[in-house]
């Protein structure tokens, strides 16, 4: 593996290696000395073309623990805002000698035009290009379902899904989409037949419009961010109504079957999506998430970067 | 390809590791067993069970995985990451005996040792190992060997353990 810029790119067995890799490295965040020697003298860049919190400062504790120099690159105060090209940018992180670069982009195949080019040479790992996707918040989505209910098996076969909200602009519904039933699970979008992409009956999911009667049959409510800023057109007549549909609250938290969880790829809308109260209870693995996130990160870049590098061209 | 060692010969190899181990460390309450992964760390279970027999109290033991800490990362394919368990009594303080199948270059132990340091601070770091097979790369000795088998750079010496590989041997290959 080179880059990682779709979760369609990997096979079963590769996500899986991401995911027992990632169990071993939590172990280094619980340690007394949080840092591995294991990339120390590579330079990884954060091209952040997008606002982001927690998955660019997640990319560079991941990198850091790893002993990875970090340069730390966002679209507002460089030559991006001035309309430099992502050719030149990329041109100047190659200079650089960039061994691997976290791309996140407004436009979908922005990582995929990165990689396919001959601009650079390091790894490119795709950190939500567009409504594409976000492959690295899938895996560490994944990597919460499996510990809390993957009985110990290395696959989530069995496992039930809810996928639910703004599906039509969401990168981490897409990669999850993709990561968990490559994995075996099965997985249900719930949304508002506005906010579902064209073509998602040939998805390998089932969908439902109606939340409650979808809640008490799975394991695991997976609520989106509803992205106003994606949204040009009027999508549901008004929040209130949106929120009392397709939104989580503590009497929609009471239909959950026992032990099951409640996740949010973040930031999130509270009050619109998901009730303040829910994302604050003990079914919510909201802030475990952002931890793991880390311990997944660190995986991602030990196999994409940790071994022989590759020839130049190949994937 | 030759049989250096039988099931019998790594049997015997490994008691008589056991009886060295304690007669080296008067203190025997404060070993630490840690095997390297995957080989190592069975062997590094052997040992205990026998070490715990003799002594009379368990051995604790457990397994530390160095792959992070190795500096041939870059000449290989991927290596996957093993699983490390550190005993719940800790290393600090503690006479640490790591134990792997063959100690070649030394280079594995001198990972193991960065790997240590990040866990704690031992009293004292031992090395046993089941062959030494000499060509050693770095300033690093055994203190415990089940056998000296001297061999020529060409070839390679496999460790097999029944849990593993089903067979207790340990052969030459000529490459």
Redesign the interface.
Known sequence: MRHLLSISDLSKAQAI?IL??AV??A?VSD???K????LRGRTIVNLFAEDSTRTRISFEAAAKR?SADVINFSAKGSSVSKGESLKDTALTLQAMGADAVVIRHGASGAPQRLADSEWMLGSVINAGDGTHEHPSQALLDAFTIRKHLGKGAPDLVGVRVAIVGDVLHSRVARSNVLLLTLLGASVTLVAPPTLLPVGVESWPVKISYDLDSVIGTVDVVMMLRVQQERMSDLFFPNAREYSRYFGLNADRLKLMSPDSIVMHPGPMNRGLEIAAEVADSARSVIVEQVANGVSVRMAIL??LL????LEAGSK | MSVALSAPDISRALIRISHEILEANPATQQITLLGIPTRGAHLAMRIAASMSQIAGHEIPVGMLDITMHRDDLRMRPLRPIMPTSIPSSGIDGREVVLIDDVLFSGRTIRAALDALGEIGRPHTVQVAALVDRGHRELPIRADFVGKNLPTSIAQSVKVQLTEIDGVDEVLIEEN
């Open positions: 290696l027992d890799t071993e490295l172990r340690g007394a000395v840092k591995l020697p294991t790893l030990y196999v940790a071994g022989q590098p």
